[in-house]
């Protein structure tokens, strides 16, 4: 297993995955104007049949409103309501852990900047320290083990439990909330059996969400590990970059997801206009498209397994049913529905289903996944790279 500061509340898999496709402020704007901003999304709208949530906004905030009126948690009461629901992907959230998703939305996060996983032997080891954050300045390197935070042993906790130590995320009533910049942290560690601790400061930290490389050929490698602010742009950036005849091999592996806009801008660098995807809201279908002037000519691989989810396969769906490339990997997890956020009484937000996407050719993928054109688990890069130079993507 693995983890990162960017992972949030170990309470379920479940609320930590419905923000992977939220659209975020760029939702609540269209719902309020029936469309969608910015000149690469153009709406349409067609007579559908009803596609609602599967529990009305109005109902949660009664229920948190009465339970606050009682002096219990209102929080509580709505996420009793929604879990009864039926929504899969329906949660709620408190007003700190929605702040926190927005704020990684945006690209950055507060913590000391450090990923890590759980070993074969039980181990938390450290995978990766972010050049310039605290962790990195303290002289912490991959392949150390954190042993306690603040005093207390993370031997037999989760690792997202474990980040979130990091983070400063409360632990029960009456815990102090720590996590903002500035607050510390104090972390032991062993490396090849020198123990030693390190006090460190919570710092606003940027999120690596594009990192790009060549491949044996000059084919260039362009890994999205999400799709926060600014995303998109990085790709395009990468694509135009690239040397002249190279291929492209779009990682999406893993990829959670993050703002459909940065998928949609993502995608307009391989296509030249034309549908990304459809959506419905309510009962009211409408569509993202590209904007125009993309590279369509370059040879390109979409790499994906069963972490890519939600705008990550609207992406992976749009560029596989246009013809633009050729995916590679297993079927992708099969996140494609849509929720909104409503304000409850507390401060806290409910996320609520509201509708579903489908991909360019008519395919839902919510429950389904997206079928790669070929099916790999085995050494899936080194398949692709096959596939890529079949495709003429040397320089």
Do not use: C
Not at 10 to 37: H, I
């Amino acid at each position: 297993m693995s983890g990162s500061e960017l992972h949030h509340s170990p309470r379920a898999f479940r609320r930590g995955a419905t923000l992977t496709f939220v659209f975020a402020s760029v939702l609540a704007t269209a719902a309020a104007t029936n469309s969608l901003p910015g000149e690469a999304h153009r709406t349409r709208h067609a007579a559908t049949r009803s596609v609602a949530s599967t529990v009305d906004a109005a109902l949660v905030a009664k229920a948190a409103a009465e339970a606050m009126a009682d002096g219990k948690s209102g929080t509580e009461a709505a996420e009793e309501v929604v879990s009864r629901s039926g929504d899969r992907w329906g949660a709620v959230y408190d007003k700190g852990e929605y702040e926190e998703f927005e704020q990684a939305l945006d690209g950055t996060y507060t913590g000391v900047g450090l990923w890590a996983r759980r070993t074969a032997e039980g181990l938390v080891e450290v995978t990766r320290v972010q050049p310039g954050g605290p962790a990195a300045r303290a002289g912490v390197r991959a392949g150390d083990t954190v042993t306690d935070i603040d005093g207390s042993s993370v031997a037999k906790r989760p690792v997202t439990e474990v980040m979130g130590m990091l983070r400063g995320d409360s632990r029960g009533p009456g815990a102090p909330a720590g996590g903002a910049a500035g607050s510390s942290v104090t972390v032991s560690l062993d490396r090849a059996g020198h123990h030693w601790t390190e006090h460190l400061r919570r710092a606003e930290l940027s999120t690596e969400s594009v990192t790009v490389g060549t491949l044996t050929g000059g084919a260039r490698l362009i890994k999205v590990d999400s799709f926060t602010k600014g995303t998109g742009e990085r790709v395009k950036e990468a694509v135009r970059s690239a040397p002249k005849g190279a291929g492209v091999l779009l990682d999406l592996r893993g990829n959670g997801g993050g703002l459909v806009a940065e998928a949609v801008t993502a995608a307009s660098a391989f296509l030249d206009g034309g549908l990304v995807a459809t959506y419905d809201i309510k009962g009211e279908q409408r569509a993202l498209y590209a904007s125009g002037g993309g590279d369509t000519g370059r040879p390109l691989v979409v790499l994906v397994d069963s972490g890519t989810m939600s705008a990550a396969e609207l992406l992976t769906g749009a560029l596989q049913d246009r013809g633009r490339a050729v995916t590679v990997g297993a079927r992708t997890f099969g996140k494609g529905s849509v929720q909104m956020p409503s304000k409850l009484p507390d401060g806290s937000v409910a996320e609520l289903t509201v509708g579903h996407y489908r991909t360019p050719s008519g395919h839902a993928v919510d429950g389904r996944g997206i079928t790669p054109d070929v099916a790999v688990t085995d050494r899936a890069q080194q398949r692709a790279e096959t596939v890529l130079s079949g495709l003429g993507g040397t320089a």
